[in-house]
């Protein structure tokens, strides 16, 4: 069983209800398309505290909490990316480190 996280921006929180990631989970579309014919499940769906609060306390925590249900890839959401830059926040480039040195694989994208 492949164990998937998704992590979001905060910013995207007032309208996003995580539809169209979980959608593509389902359907095994976009950046779920290699697990087509794999037994898969969604473990966590979760989004930073802001950018005031970076990695703080709860951050942290919901990043150990995908490592403690075995996520074994965790999917950032585009929203993740700075459309002014197009580059990826910091804060989730740091916590896409921890969670690799904690053993999760990353795939950049969602849907
Ligand atoms: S820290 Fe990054 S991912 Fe979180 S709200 Fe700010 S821009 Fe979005």
Known sequence: MKKIAILNCLKANDVCTAAACIKAFNLRKA?????????????????????????????????????????????????TVKKETGEECPVITEAGKYLEEHGVRLVRGTH
């Open 31 to 79: 950046h779920f398309e290699e697990y087509d014919g794999m037994d898969a499940e969604l473990v966590a769906v979760a989004r930073c505290n802001g950018c005031d609060a970076g990695i703080d306390k709860g951050f942290r925590e919901k990043l150990e909490r995908i490592v403690s249900e075995g996520a074994d890839v965790c999917h950032f959401g585009v929203c």
